[in-house]
């Protein structure tokens, strides 16, 4: 079992930057491909960002890329995304995932089985 707690999200104006964080419970965190997905209201889950396990792997969202980037520190089981050059339709609920199987390589929710309760990112135009 594992629990992700996020934290970081709030209001910014576009253009500006905003580091979320992930806190992960439980002693196999090496092992889990960690994702970032983001809900606009109305509107589906959507894949961010992945990383693989080991940190050395990355994967991430076309309307993303070159904006954001993904981390982790095993040492302190945490997962970040640090967000540069936010854009109004980057307003979403911002979730931490885990996937025990390690597939860093996958986008969809349902790949995902442990999930943060989310935290909110508004960008102002």
């Not at 889990?32 to 997905?37: I, L, P, R, S, V």
């Not at 609920?93 to 790949?111: F, H, L, M, Q, S």
Request: hydrophobic content about 30%.
């Amino acid at each position: 079992q594992v629990q992700l707690v996020e934290s970081g999200g709030g209001l910014v104006q576009a253009g500006g930057s905003l580091r979320l964080s992930c806190a992960a419970s439980g002693q196999t965190f090496s092992t889990h491909a960690m994702g970032w997905f983001r809900q606009a209201p109305g509107k589906e889950r959507t894949f961010v960002a992945a990383i693989s396990g080991n940190g050395i792997i990355t994967n991430y969202a076309d309307s993303v890329k070159g904006r954001f980037t993904i981390s982790r520190d095993n040492a302190k089981n945490t997962v970040s995304l640090q967000m540069n050059s936010l854009k109004p339709e980057d307003t979403a609920v911002y979730y931490c995932a885990a996937d025990p199987n390690g597939r860093w390589y996958k986008r969809t929710t349902y790949d995902y089985n442990y999930w943060g309760q989310g935290t909110q990112v508004t960008v102002s135009s």
